[in-house]
């Protein structure tokens, strides 16, 4: 049957060659019939959208900056209304997803299969992108939703790369595997690829090198699901000895932006969805500035997510990619709320602590810091096997380097840190919270 797949990958194709102007018209043109969908056919958005039909049939998009921002918790209460009365055929069958959330609540959403097709075709172009052969074998270490891929077999499957049928695809679900568990599997599967979490290669990596076992080298490693740190990233590519691209989206917005090939910056794929940084009132802030990014995917006419926050922050570049595509690129993306540590003295910051520097101190394997007070900090390390003692004065020095002076630390040993309710490992929590982050969550 025909999905529109072939004709998503030609446009694609082309799209990324596009001058920015016409690429903007694309995403207009797209963005404008998704809302005379969500407007005619959507409960949800009748009020929300009025404003930009008040003159008529057609959307003023002159009036965009009046539609009201949609939070997740919105999102969550509103799961019936949001969804589409009727979808139009060429949107496919509509599904039913939960997905987890860093929370730990899940979201109902319905998403129809021309969005996953749509997610499909900029993946495959990315594979392309990086000269990935689809006949090669990718690994993927992620949570298992299908409980279909438990240890010790995982799940084994063909074809990650459309149309090229050859390729086998190998599952491992993260939640109930350790870490030697997901290694030991690794090392049999000998694939090509490999996609995971951010933090579950580095545990990886960290769990090779103190067992002595060697890390399987991959051709490229994939990373989604959590925000990239830059030591990390370092980190993977070396060991692994591959190219590593990070994907940022989520799971009810897909896919927005990838690693450029050339340049490893991100690149926003402008063709499926329209993506915004915004501050706390919902008004665009200047390139290069940072604020909450919000996106509109414009290909989910069964649960339209129309100006959708996504619970993370981030900047997009002043400056185009020196790669010559044209959409615009993301300058980074910071944590969630979630992660975001405040201090006495008012000011705040994304904890970016070097792991590297923290371990000549003491070579912990894994480590999770919570701030639980404004001026107080519990940090989990599961121990280290070298019998160094540790210098409880030095550590504490650099978390007050690095975060703020104000700071008292306890450090807790342990042998072991809970992943999170989304099977991820959350480094950084913050407990501490305002009243503007408690519509965000
Ligand atoms: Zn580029």
């Not at 063709?271 to 940084?277: A, H, K, R, Y």
């Not at 995917?297 to 100006?307: C, D, E, K, T, V």
């Not at 210098?391 to 504490?396: K, S, V």
């Not at 975060?403 to 450090?411: D, E, G, K, Q």
Request: aromatic residues 10%; negative net charge; contains cysteine.
């Amino acid at each position: 049957m025909d999905d529109g797949y072939d004709r998503f990958v030609k446009l694609l194709d082309q799209s990324q060659h596009f001058p920015a102007q016409r690429l903007k018209a694309l995403q207009d043109r797209g963005l404008r019939r998704f809302l005379r969908h969500a407007y005619e056919e959507v409960p949800a958005y009748k009020q929300r959208l009025a404003p930009l039909f008040s003159a008529g049939p057609e959307p003023d998009l002159t009036r965009w900056q009046d539609i009201p921002v949609l939070t997740r918790s919105q999102a969550q209460e509103e799961s019936q209304e949001l969804k589409a009365i009727s979808v139009p055929e060429q949107a496919g069958a509509t599904q039913t997803k939960h997905t987890s959330g860093s929370t730990g609540t899940p979201l109902i959403h319905y998403r129809s299969k021309l969005q996953q097709t749509a997610n499909q075709a900029v993946l495959d172009r990315l594979f392309q992108w990086y000269q990935m052969d689809g006949n090669k074998s990718l690994a993927q270490l992620t949570t298992d939703y299908h409980d279909r891929a438990s240890y010790p077999n995982g799940y084994a499957g063909h074809e990650w790369f459309r149309g090229q049928p050859q390729g086998e695809f190998f599952h491992l679900d993260t939640l109930k595997t350790t870490t030697m568990q997901q290694l030991k599997w690794l090392v049999q599967k000998e694939a090509a690829y490999l996609n995971t979490f951010p933090n579950n290669a580095r545990g990886l990596i960290e769990a090779a090198q103190e067992a002595n076992v060697p890390l399987p080298r991959f051709d490229v490693v994939l990373l989604s699901g959590e925000v990239l740190e830059d030591d990390t990233r370092k980190l993977i590519a070396e060991t692994t000895g591959g190219a590593v691209i990070n994907l940022f989206g989520a799971s009810e917005s897909g896919r927005l932006a990838a690693s450029c090939p050339e340049h490893g910056t991100l690149h926003i794929h402008e063709e499926i969805s329209f993506l915004e940084v915004v501050d706390e009132q919902g008004k665009p802030v200047p390139d290069g500035e940072t604020g909450r990014l919000v996106t509109t995917s414009f290909y989910n006419f069964a649960m339209p997510l129309i100006r959708y926050a996504l619970g993370d922050y981030g900047a997009v570049s002043a400056n185009p990619c020196p790669c010559g595509r044209q959409g615009r690129t993301l300058k980074f993306v910071a944590g969630r709320q979630r992660n975001l540590f405040r201090f006495v003295d008012g000011t705040s910051k994304w904890p970016d602590m070097k792991l590297r520097e923290l371990r000549t101190i003491y070579s912990f394997l894994q480590m999770q810091v919570v701030q639980d007070k404004i001026d107080h900090l519990t940090v989990y390390m599961v121990r280290s096997t070298d019998g160094v003692e540790l210098d409880h004065t030095a550590l504490q020095e650099a978390f007050r380097r690095s975060l703020h002076p104000s700071l008292n630390i306890t450090i807790q040993l342990c042998d072991e840190i809970a992943r999170s309710a989304s099977g991820k490992f959350e480094d950084f929590i913050s407990k501490i919270t305002t009243e503007s982050d408690q519509s965000l969550s």
